[in-house]
């Protein structure tokens, strides 16, 4: 920095390596707020979490790179030791400091640069606002209201794991059949058991009551949403093989044993006039492992 002249403060023109410096933190910088846009694009999209795990990584990356470079090549750097001598310093010291925030090429005087950061920041905050539309029911079902819902409802046929309707002659006698609503067989809540117990033997009514001993349960354990796979035959009594909860079905499938606390939702039925297996609504209760409103 050039002495002063008549008491102004001279000044230089940036290097050329300053110049490819503040192009390269610019770049960074638009680079970070294109990734910001595309987070929140995708996330409106519903996209997928990968994708917009890809964008907050390029939204920050280009910041980090942005204020990376801006500190190691346009910051000036270095250790200085001088002696104390008053509290006011000289003359030639206020010129410097003057010239160090008024220059050209002052960090505090790049406008282009503070603009570019303000426009990465400002787009990542806005950003991070689109997450909170998942906070709010607006357009798509309350979280809460999806986990109790299943596929199961009036009119809805029972089908085996080929998709072929059953009637109550396809369930026999002290066996567990696996089934399924018609058409959604992939859907995770909605597999069920039905089973044909001996309906003098019922300590408890079933939730969803049953037909002449024929009765539908969900497949899925209470504790962790496992599957209920192993019937004990005789017993009347099924058990998840993960973690061990067993459940009496005479006794309206409440756990007996193992680290499950309620017992197995039930599943209203009918015979419909085609003569095949109907539900008459849904779960008797939510299905699975339990969840913040309902441990």
């Known amino acids: 920095m050039a002495g002063p002249e008549g008491g102004g403060v001279s000044r230089r023109t940036p290097s050329k390596s300053e110049r490819a410096a503040s192009r390269r933190i610019a770049a960074a910088f638009l680079v970070s707020a294109a990734g910001a846009v595309g987070f929140a694009v995708t996330y409106g999209l ?3 979490t990968q994708w917009e795990g890809v964008c907050l990584a390029v939204a920050f990356a280009g910041l980090a790179v942005g204020l990376a470079v801006w500190s190691r090549r346009l910051v000036p750097v270095g250790g200085y030791v001088e002696e104390h001598e008053g ?10 400091t003057a010239a160090v925030f008024r220059a050209p090429e002052s960090p505090t005087r790049r406008w282009g640069l503070l603009a570019a950061l303000g426009f990465a920041l400002t787009a990542l905050g806005v950003a991070a606002l689109f997450p909170l539309r998942s906070l709010l029911p607006w357009d798509r079902q309350r979280p809460t209201r999806s986990l109790k819902d299943t596929p199961w409802g ?3 046929r ?23 609503p018609e058409g959604r067989i992939d859907v995770g809540d909605a597999p069920a058991f039905a089973v044909r117990l001996n309906p003098e033997r019922f300590i408890r009514h079933p939730a969803g009551g049953h037909l002449g001993g024929l009765v539908v349960w ?10 209920v796979r192993l019937y004990l035959k005789g017993a009347g009594r099924v058990l998840c093989p993960c973690h061990q909860s ?20 039930g599943l209203p039925i009918e015979v419909g006039p085609d ?3 109907r539900a008459t609504g849904d779960f008797t209760a939510p299905p699975g492992a339990g969840f913040w409103s309902r441990p």
């Not at 509290?87 to 410097?96: G, K, L």
């Not at 497949?219 to 962790?224: E, P, S």
């Open 46 to 48: 519903n996209g997928g």
């Open 87 to 96: 509290f006011v310093p000289p003359p030639a010291e206020q010129a410097m």
């Open 154 to 156: 009036p009119g809805v």
């Open 158 to 180: 029972l089908v085996d794991d080929q998709g072929r309707p059953l009637r109550p002659d396809d369930v026999p006698a002290d066996t567990m059949v696996a089934v399924f």
């Open 218 to 227: 969900s497949l899925l354990c209470t504790h962790a949403g496992c599957p």
């Open 246 to 265: 067993s459940f009496d079905l005479l006794a309206g499938a409440r756990p007996i044993a193992g680290p499950a606390a309620r017992p197995l939702p």
């Open 275 to 277: 003569g095949f297996l």
